[in-house]
């Protein structure tokens, strides 16, 4: 069995081979998305030299206190005056307006007596100020977004200031998955004795959107080797061109599961078929017909946190992003056990003691079949093989559920 770390690098390798692909959108789309290219320019802003403040646009060796000057016109935003403005004269002028030539300086208004048209500057006006100069933010043609940046809520007002309607992305890598097992039901059908309902494809693709692929659900495939053969067929065809290939459950030793042996079937190389982790260990990696599959255990936890600790790096990796190690440490707010040779991930959740110190309590019961647990515990407690037992106080390493937020 090989453990975490290395399962980790071969499965970030893999996905650096993923050839790109890339498709132009408009802004409201590209939320979480990658740039494909150094996104550059297409104005320059501000445009123009534009007034920080409401009051008048003036000469600033005009100001000494007491000087009267005239209002020779105004500037509203998105109407400016086309005028210069001369020595003893003012503008009217207001917040993001143009300012007019022969002004370099903005009076507010609370610092003049305004008599018809006519200004009294009423306070020291120490520096000329108040004008924004154009480009002061960007200018036509400068580089505001590299290529390979993620974009984030900030980025898309940039790239609006811009001028920039769409931008080349790159296409979200395609994670196809499949379940399978005689007993699973869709949710809403009645059980009959020995069935459960199919829940995991809802989390998992749910965590592939979140983390920036593409999840495609390929369905659920009866215990039967034929129809786990259809489905990896069907997952390397034209249809579906997946680039990662997520059969969930059957990956471990019991007689009905087919897995590995229909991917062996299908050309399947297996890569590692076993991972010295706890819950997750018959989570398996390999490649087919140019593809990689990520085998999942069936079990719900296992199947969640595996989710989290593969699925998320190998899509960072495929934008070309660094895998980002969220850790953090917490005191315990419970005593724990020493562990078994197999690394661990407890369910656990953040807690508030007295004085708003945060602890971290993990779930009562960490059998991997149970999905309850997830409801209020969104932090993993990271358990390395045969750590010793830890008190209540001591620090623990915990890990987001969720990752990193886009
Ligand atoms: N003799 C051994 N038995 C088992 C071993 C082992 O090493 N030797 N490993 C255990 C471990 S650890 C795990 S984890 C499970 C994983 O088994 P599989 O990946 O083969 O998963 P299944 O057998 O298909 O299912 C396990 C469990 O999960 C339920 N399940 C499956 N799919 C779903 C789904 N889509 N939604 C909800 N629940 C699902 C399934 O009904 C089973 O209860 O194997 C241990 N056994
Ligand atoms: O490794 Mo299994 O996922 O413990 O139950």
Redesign the pocket.
Known sequence: MICVDEARQIIIAAAQNISWRSETLPLHQILGRVAADDILANITQPPFNASAMDGYAVNFDDMALGAKLTIIGEAAAGNPIDIKVRRGQAVRIFTGSSVPDGANHIIIQEDVERQGDNIIVKNVQPTARNIRKSGIDFNEGDMILPKGTRILAPHLSILAAANIAEIKCLCRPRLAFF???D??KEPGATLKQGE??????YSIAAFIEHWGGEAINLG?APDNPQAISDLFAHACGNDVHADIIIP???????D??Y?KSAFAENGGRIIFSKIAV?????TWFGAMHGRHVLG?????A??LVMAALFIQPLIKAYYGEKFTDLSMQLPLATSIEANGPRENYMRAKIIYGPNNQRYIQPADNQD??LLSPFATHHHLIRRIANAPALNKGDLAEIYPLFGEAL
Do not use: F, H, M, R
């Open positions: 379940t399978n097992g007993e699973l459960i309902i199919n829940s995991n494809p659920c969930i459950g059957g990956a471990s030793v019991g009905y599961d897995v706890k819950p997750g260990k018959p999942l255990p069936g079990n719900p296992s199947a991997s079949s």
